[in-house]
């Protein structure tokens, strides 16, 4: 596997590679195809001055060639020839009269002006051949060829120039590359270190960032990221504490009474009794507590739920049944406010839970002579279920971790209660699986009031 540094140094090389030969090759690609254009012009300029003033001549022959060139300045130039129009030369100035003629030329004698231009030999090397007319008739062609050093030194120079910038510019952008690719890979690698940190169970460590830019966002992401590890990680040592803690008083009161029982050889039928329905008592709240894990340990694993439609009303109704006698055996009134039409996406049994362990702990916390209210309401929107009571309340500092598992406002008065500060955690994450919200607030003008929220199913949920 490459190292990311290798590949940064890689792509950024590659990409300097391919801007210096852009540099290098479209200025002067440029500048080559302006001089060829110049060429052009003024060669053909020149040429059809030429062919203006021979093809005054009544015959083309060396003589009178001769005579019209000597007025005009040709110096520039490497070659001048000229040919009749049976490809024969005339004149030709490099002293090769009745020589080999260009091919230009020859093509030049059809009736077609022929202009070449390259840069070859450190010299640009342009020709022109242009047909010669006298009344309408072709009469021969005049051939014009030139080397230009001059221009090609100053485009060889200003190449020089460029390859020596691009090379300066290259390496420093290089450098520079090198620079940055470093502090980005050490602030990558220091992320990873931190990972390695937390990975080894530090979960108090955080991240030192430096900047504002997508990898300190990681950064601050990672510490976010850690921040949860850290609270998940007190509250799962808190939960083991708390579990251990629960079933270990339940395990010790039964074998406190089965030592008694050994121990004491002369127990009459009526104390062993009384031993045996306390060892039965205690294996009941230690069947509870566990009941309660295994529920919550469900809830962690996100089982899947064969969702139907529930009418909330009902499953209000069938879950007040069973609590009546501890209401009467409490001295609290039960009253309802429900409406029909409730319905909503859950199963009967999760709404069960929910409903009861609320009503049960507003019945348990309450004072004698007081009250729960059940309130069922529903709009387009929502299906919303509160339960009030008028007992001892919630203290305000309490109210955000009384869903917190195992925790008690008052642990003694939870125990006398027989609850495990289980209930609520249920109730809070079956509410979270089913999509819904559950709030507490003060009841007035005392007590406490939790209002559940459930989404209302679309009607292609409801078929």
């Known amino acids: 596997m490459h190292s990311i540094r290798i590949q940064f140094i890689s792509f950024i090389t590659a990409l300097l590679l391919v801007l210096l030969l852009l540099l290098n090759i479209y200025p ?13 012009s003024s060669m053909t300029a020149q040429a059809s001055t030429l062919a203006s003033s021979l093809s005054g001549l009544e015959r083309l022959n060396p003589e009178n060639i001769t005579e019209v060139l000597r007025y005009l300045d040709l110096s520039g130039y490497t070659r001048v020839l000229v ?16 020589g080999q003629i260009p091919a230009d030329l020859l093509t030049c004698l059809t009736g077609k002006t022929v202009f070449r231009s390259s840069f070859r030999e450190a010299a640009f ?3 022109i051949a242009i047909p010669l007319s006298a009344q309408g008739e072709l009469t021969g ?70 900047g504002r830019d997508e990898i300190s966002e990681l950064g601050e992401e990672f510490n976010q990221l850690t921040e949860r ?14 579990a251990s803690h629960e079933l270990k008083t339940p395990l010790a009161s039964i074998r406190l009474l089965a030592d008694s029982i050994v121990q004491n050889e002369n127990v009459d039928a009526e104390t062993m009794r009384e031993f045996v329905t306390d060892i039965g008592n205690e294996a009941k709240r230690l069947q509870r507590t566990t009941d309660k894990l295994l529920t919550l340990s469900r809830l962690d694993d996100n089982a899947e739920r064969e969702l139907v439609s529930v009418d909330v009303k009902q499953v209000v109704l069938d879950t007040l049944t069973p609590l009546r006698p501890l209401a009467q055996e409490k001295q609290v009134r039960l009253e309802t406010a429900l409406e029909d ?22 019945v348990k916390y309450n004072v004698p002579g007081g009250a729960v209210q059940i309130a069922l309401t529903g709009d387009e929107k929502q299906v919303t279920l509160a339960v009030s009571d008028t007992g001892i309340g919630i203290p305000e500092e309490d109210r955000a971790n009384i869903f917190s598992r195992f925790y008690r406002v008052d642990k003694a008065r939870s125990r006398e209660a027989g609850g495990s500060g289980l209930g609520l955690s249920i109730v809070h994450d079956t509410v979270r699986a089913l999509g819904g919200s559950i709030e507490v607030g003060q009841n007035t003008p005392q007590g406490s009031v939790f209002t559940v929220s459930f989404p209302r199913p679309s009607s292609k949920e409801e078929t």
């Open 83 to 98: 040919a009749d129009r049976s490809g024969g030369s005339l004149y030709d100035s490099a002293g090769q009269t009745g």
């Open 125 to 127: 090397l342009s020709s």
């Open 28 to 40: 002067l690609t440029s500048s080559r195809d302006a001089v060829f254009e110049e060429k052009r």
């Open 341 to 362: 039409g409730c319905q909503i996406r859950a199963t009967e049994d999760d709404l069960f839970h929910i409903v009861f362990n609320l009503v049960e702990n507003a």
């Open 229 to 242: 590890l850290e609270t998940t990680e007190e509250q799962r040592r808190r939960f083991v504490s708390d």
């Open 141 to 210: 062609a005049l051939y014009l060829a030139e080397r230009d050093e001059e221009r090609a030194e100053m485009l060889l120079g200003f190449q020089n120039r460029i390859r020596a910038a691009s090379l300066a510019i290259g390496a420093l952008a290089l450098v520079l590359a090198l620079v940055y690719v470093f502090l980005l890979v050490n602030r990558i690698r220091a992320i990873v270190r931190s990972m390695r940190v937390v990975a080894g169970g530090d979960y108090s460590y955080r991240h030192v960032n430096r």
